[in-house]
C-alpha cells in the first residue's frame, strides 16, 4: 500500500506563496492521477488541481493562474505551487494519489491571513 507524505502548509500573509509537496513511498508508487484538494472551514471538499502522469493538468476556476501543479521527473513526488495567496485559500489541502490503489494524504493545514 503507498504511503503518502504531505508537507509545506503553513502561516502566510495575502500575497505571499506556499509549495506544498506529495511524496508517495512504499509500495507501487507510479501514478495516474494526482488530485489536490482543499476543504475550507465546513464547506465541501473541492478539488483544487489535478495531473497525470503524462503531465495533463487541470485547475479550478478559484486557483487557476495562481497554483502550478508539478511532478519531479525522478522522484514519486508531485508539487503544488500557490502564489498570490488570498485569506479564501485557508483550509486543510490533500494529495489523493491514484495509481495501483488510491490514496489519500493526511492533508497540510493553510492559512492565509489578511
Known amino acids: 500500500q503507498v504511503q503518502l507524505v504531505e508537507s509545506g502548509g503553513g502561516l502566510v500573509q495575502a500575497g505571499g506563496s506556499l509549495r506544498l509537496s506529495c511524496e508517495a513511498s512504499?509500495?507501487?508508487?507510479?501514478?495516474?492521477?494526482v488530485h489536490w484538494y482543499r476543504q475550507r472551514d465546513e464547506k465541501q471538499r473541492e478539488l483544487v488541481a489535478v495531473?497525470?502522469?503524462?503531465?495533463?493538468?487541470k485547475y479550478s476556476d478559484a486557483v487557476r493562474g495562481r497554483f502550478t501543479i508539478t511532478q519531479d521527473s525522478a522522484k514519486p513526488l508531485v508539487f503544488l505551487q500557490m502564489n498570490t495567496l488570498m485569506p479564501e485559500d485557508t483550509g486543510v489541502y490533500s494529495c489523493?494519489?491514484?495509481?495501483?490503489?488510491?490514496?489519500w494524504g493526511q492533508g497540510t493545514q493553510v492559512t492565509v491571513s489578511s
Open positions: 489523493r494519489w491514484s495509481g495501483a490503489s488510491d490514496v
Open positions: 512504499e509500495g507501487p508508487s507510479e501514478f495516474y492521477v
Open positions: 495531473i497525470s502522469k503524462w503531465n495533463f493538468t
